[in-house]
Structures are given as C-alpha cells and as structure tokens.
C-alpha cells in the first residue's frame, strides 16, 4: 500500500530471505563505490583531497560533488565523468541478489513485473508549480503524491485547485509541519479546519465516531499522516536517486492574522477542496 | 501460547492500530507501547517480549539507533521496522544490516502486519 523499494518488496513477500537480501546488499556496497571512492578508483583525486573534502562537509553544507568542484580539486567535466561511472557499474539489488543465487534470472524478471503493478498507483502525474523552482520535479512529485494518499489513506474525495505563491500561513484550526533535509531543504505543512481534523481521524481510526477522542489524537491523526505522506515521498526520492531525511512532525500554530514567511521563504499553496465544500491545505515553504 | 509484542511509536494512532491488529491476531499479544527508542531498550529489558514492533522516526532517540542497542543486548527478541520511511533504499539496508527481520512500510494494512510476525 505504500511506496516501496524492490529489495523491501521481495522480503515482504517472502520471495528472498533476511539472510539472502542482507549478503545482497554486502555486495552491493561492496562493489557500489561511493562519489570519492569512484573519483580514487578513477585516479582523479587522492584519499587525503577526499579526507579534507569529509572535513571541510562538517563546517558546510555542501554535497560531496559540489565541494570538490568547489574547491578546483575536480572540474565540472570530471565530476560528471564520476557520476556517469557510478551510475554505468551500479549493482541494483535484483541483479545482487541474482549473483548470491538468491534468484535466477527468470524469477527477477517476474517479480520485477510484478513489483511495477505493485507500485502502479505511485506513478507520478503533472503538477504544475511556478517556473523557475529549484528541485521542481521533488516538489511536484510532493504534492501529487499527497493528493494520492488523500485518496488512499483518508478516502477522501477532491478537486485540487491552482497552485498560489503565498508570503504568510493563514491560522487554521491545526497546521502540521515537517521539514525535509537532505538534497532539497523545505518544510512542508497541511492546514485543516476542525471539520476536515474530524475526517483524517475518522480515516485513521477506522471509525465514524471520534467526538469523544482527546485533542491530543485528533491531532495525531493529522500529524501521521503527514509523517506518511512526507516518508513515502522521500522513498520516491530515493527511487529517483536523491536523499532527503525527515525529521518527526509537529504542530506550529500561525496567529489569527497569520505567520509571515521570512524575506529568504517562498511560500505555494495548494488547496484541496474536499467534495463536501471543506478545504485542506497543503503549504511548501522553501528557501528562494 | 500468544507471542510477546511490545510497539514502539511516537504516534498514539499508530501505536492504537497495531494494538489493534496484534491483540485481534490470537497468535500475538500485545504487552505495551512505548514512544521513542529509548523507552524501547528499557521496555525490552523490563517486559522480554518475543517481538518488538518500532517506528524509525521518533523524537529523542530514533528507531535505528534503538534496534542497534536492543540487538546488541538481546540475541533473541525479533525486531520488524514499521516505518513511513521503509521504502527509502538506505533506510531499509542499514535496518536489515543491523539485524530488524523485516520493514514494514506505512500506510499500512492489518495484513501487512501479520503477515510480517508470521513469517519470523
């Protein structure tokens, strides 16, 4: 029901074992080479240019690539070289567990198919989003995917309504927020009214009768589903090649006039108008 | 005899829906839940459950840190991940390296979950 990775998928379904999957990925990661490996194996850079790249990441906040280009250890054109390398000589899993005999050839072909009907309702579709956006393609899989789950997990019906760029967060009766780090820095928020509270905890509880529940699992019910939403975008990430981590949900609650983003914020709202006439919204923040 | 189950997530819905489905197995009993890691090693020494279910993204002491501890203190107890992060490539090795015996992703469904402790 989720977004998944091949590897998680096949143990799932008990088609490879615990211990199959766990010398799968030993080799993976032993013939995987990472960025500064590969540019060593490739005579580009010595370990001690990698050592003071790893020590220059702690003070900032640079990936790898960036800081040796950065810094004129390697130059764009070798950094590319790098990257094409990795991706030309990597072991996916399925091939890994092939090599173990964790598989033969045929069987991974078939779970394949079938891991891509599994994964079929996650494929993305067009969101559009202000041009000119760093990361545009994470940010729009973002939100098609929280459309999804809206679907899914809360079993809502919706129209969802034009993209606006927005410079504050309106008060709402529960704003949950999560930020993302990693390759793309954002935070992302769901505003509901009291109404639309009531329908995610009727989802997630699995019943219709929720007036009695304390605030404190109303609210929860909105904050895991963001957490939800958020984990399986970053799963997706991943699929796609980039790293994004998540940190735990919390409420933030904007003043009845609203919270202004700051001057380095851009703020796009995406209204999902629920088919009763109740709205949610979803809010990215993001640096400019 | 009902396996031990212990579930341990930041989430008080989460944790209600896996009580839910572990209690109504009838193979599994579920002896608590707990919020983050950390209550999860004490957890684990105190009650000696049989399963450990835990959520990856919790408040103060995560879910991978805590696996690495109660692995290395208890040879015995099975540990599955169920976790919104589960489908994250990086996330799922380094929880099978550690020792989980299974990543269960969220959303989730009471088969997703008792099909996981059957099969340990």
Not at chain 1, 202 to 217: G, N, S
Request: glycine share 8%.
């Amino acid at each position: 029901m989720a977004v998944k990775f091949f590897g998680q998928y096949l143990v799932e379904k008990g088609v490879v074992s615990r211990e199959a999957i766990v010398e799968a990925i030993a080799l993976q990661d032993k013939q995987n080479l990472k960025l500064g490996e590969m540019a060593i194996a490739m005579g580009l850079v010595t370990p001690a240019d990698i050592e003071r790249a790893h020590q220059n990441q702690l003070s900032r906040d640079m990936k790898l690539g960036d800081l040796l280009v950065g810094t004129g250890i390697l130059s764009e054109g070798q950094l590319a070289e790098v990257v094409a390398r990795q991706k030309a000589t990597h072991l996916y899993i399925g091939e890994a567990l092939v090599q173990v005999g964790a598989l033969d050839n045929e069987q991974l072909a078939r779970q394949l198919e079938a891991f891509k009907i599994d994964q079929a309702p996650y494929l993305g579709e067009s969101v559009q989003l202000p041009p000119g956006l760093a990361n545009s393609a994470l940010w729009e899989m973002a939100v098609d995917l929280t459309y999804k789950l809206v679907t899914r997990v809360l079993g809502l019906r919706f129209r969802p309504g034009t993209c606006q760029v927005v410079t504050q967060l309106s008060a709402a009766h529960q704003v949950a927020a999560l930020d993302f780090a990693g390759d793309a820095k954002g935070r992302y928020l769901v505003a509901v009214s009291a109404p639309v509270q009531k329908k995610v905890a009727q989802a997630l509880l699995h019943t219709a009768v929720v007036d009695h529940e304390p605030l404190e699992v109303l609210e929860d019910c909105l904050l895991e589903f963001i957490n939800v939403v958020c984990g399986n975008v970053a799963a997706k990430a991943s699929q796609q090649g980039s790293a994004l981590s998540i940190n735990p949900p919390v409420n933030i609650h904007p003043p009845a006039t609203g919270l202004p983003l700051a001057a380095q914020e851009q703020g796009l709202c995406f209204p999902i108008h629920l088919e009763d006439g109740d709205l949610m919204e979803l809010y990215l923040v993001l640096p400019k | 005899m009902p396996k031990k189950v212990l579930v341990v997530d930041d989430s008080l819905v989460v944790a209600r829906q896996l009580e839910q489905i572990i209690g109504g197995s009838g193979d599994f009993c579920c002896i608590g839940s707990v919020r983050n890691g950390a209550e999860a090693i004490k957890a684990n020494m105190q009650d000696n459950p049989d399963i450990i279910c835990m959520d990856m993204n919790m408040p103060g002491m995560d879910g991978l840190t805590a696996l690495r501890s109660i692995v290395a203190l208890d040879k015995e107890v099975k540990v599955v991940m169920v976790t919104s992060l589960g489908g994250v490539s990086d996330n799922f090795n380094e929880a099978m390296k550690l020792g989980a015996r299974c990543v269960v992703s969220k959303p989730f469904v009471a088969e997703d979950i008792l099909r996981a402790l059957r099969a340990l």
